[in-house]
Every structure is written in structure tokens, then in C-alpha cells.
């Protein structure tokens, strides 16, 4: 079965940057684009970018232009995504989510990143 | 790449349909039959219930529907349940691999 594992919850103080990992199984890793969306607490969805699991490019929101980075890792099946220069609003769940292009139809388990000094 | 406009909340009693809005734009809503419907319950992740506009995953039950008119998606729930009470989040693509997301709407089943 399909899973998108991810790393743990996460502390980080303002400035600093934070790296949160996803691990798929369950399919062809190179036949789905990764995409990671967050949710701040009380609010909505948020696409941030994606990451086409092939050859590795990238297309960021026009919002984390230059302060986000996504990887990945073939060998194994691994996506990363770097948000860096973090302030209190970066406080949220990052979900990694396979996208299917007609919608998202795989979602990970959540990673809640708390930013606080 | 601003957020789809979407009510709030809406109510309804068990049984009853109630209809979720979702607008945006001729370059995302409007441009592409690529509008999806997500289900989030509070704690959980959200759950894909409505992709390519129309269409339900399986296992999703068809009391659930979708269409679009213009720059206006809509997602209906019909025979309410009390086990729809939950958030809802619309999604459109909207070009060179972007996705836009809704306001999200809140359902309570009164």
C-alpha cells in the first residue's frame, strides 16, 4: 500500500532553518510529482512547491521563492524539504502529498514544525 | 496564486444537502477541469473526495458530488450525515505545476 512516511516534530528559534524528511513505499517512485503543503494551526491548506521525483526539478509558490528548497533521494525514495530563515509564522504541519494531477491522493502522516524562541 | 474564495462555514440537519462554493479565476478554477475536494477531520490529515471535478475515488461514498460553472466549483454533500461534520478544502491547479488551495469551509451537522 501506498505510505508517505515523515520525520518528527521539529523546534526551531527564528532564523534558523529546518529540513523535514518523507519516505514513499508502496509504488513507482518516479511515476507520481511530490508536492508539500502545510497548515498553520487553526487554518487552511497551503501548497508550497513540488518536486518531480525523476530528475529532480522543482516549482516553488511564488510566497517561498528563495527560502525554500526541495530534494530528493532515489536510492531511497526519500523527498526533503528546507524552509529556511524562519519566523513564528512558519509554525504549522507540513504534509508531503502525492499528486496525481487531477488532485492529491496520498497525504503523509504530518510533521508539526513549532517555531519559538 | 491567491487562495480560492470559499464560505466560511454552512449547516445543515441530518438528511438534508448542503452545497460548498468554491471560486477563483480564469487561470486556475476557470482554465482547468482540475478542481479536487478534500475532507479534513479535526487531528486527522485531509482525505481526497472529489478529483477532475466530478469524479469520486472509491470507497468515497457518491453522496458526495462535484461540478463547476466558470470560475465557480462546487461541492455538494447530499443526505447528510453526522459523520460529515468536518472542514472541506477545494484545490485547482493553476498552471506550471501550481496548485492553489481554498479558504476551507467548516460543515456542522446541526
Known amino acids: 500500500q501506498v505510505q508517505l512516511v515523515q520525520s518528527g516534530a521539529d523546534v526551531k528559534k527564528p532564523g534558523a532553518s529546518v529540513k523535514v524528511s518523507c519516505k514513499a513505499s508502496g509504488y513507482t517512485f518516479s511515476d507520481h510529482y511530490l508536492y508539500w503543503v502545510r497548515q498553520a494551526p487553526g487554518q487552511g491548506l497551503e501548497s508550497m512547491g513540488m518536486i518531480k521525483p525523476t530528475t529532480g526539478s522543482t516549482a516553488y509558490s511564488q510566497k517561498f521563492q528563495g527560502r525554500l528548497t526541495l530534494t530528493r533521494d532515489t536510492s531511497t525514495n526519500t523527498l526533503y524539504m528546507d524552509l529556511s530563515s524562519l519566523t513564528s509564522d512558519d509554525t504549522a504541519v507540513y504534509y508531503c502529498?502525492?499528486?496525481?494531477?487531477?488532485?492529491?491522493?496520498?497525504w503523509g502522516q504530518g510533521t508539526l514544525v513549532t517555531v519559538s524562541s | 496564486q491567491s487562495a480560492l474564495t470559499q464560505p466560511r462555514s454552512v449547516s445543515g440537519s441530518p438528511g438534508q444537502s448542503v452545497t460548498i462554493s468554491c471560486t477563483g479565476t480564469s487561470s486556475d478554477v476557470g482554465g482547468y477541469n482540475l478542481v479536487s475536494w478534500y475532507q479534513q477531520h479535526p487531528g486527522k490529515g485531509p482525505r481526497l473526495i472529489i478529483y477532475d471535478v466530478t469524479e469520486g475515488p472509491s470507497g468515497v461514498p457518491d453522496r458526495f458530488s462535484g461540478s463547476k460553472s466558470g470560475n465557480t466549483a462546487s461541492l455538494t454533500i447530499s443526505g447528510l450525515q453526522a459523520e460529515d461534520e468536518a472542514d472541506y478544502y477545494c484545490s485547482s491547479y493553476a498552471g506550471r505545476d501550481i496548485y492553489v488551495f481554498g479558504t476551507g469551509t467548516e460543515v456542522t451537522v446541526l
Open positions: 502529498v502525492r499528486n496525481t494531477f487531477s488532485g492529491f491522493d496520498f
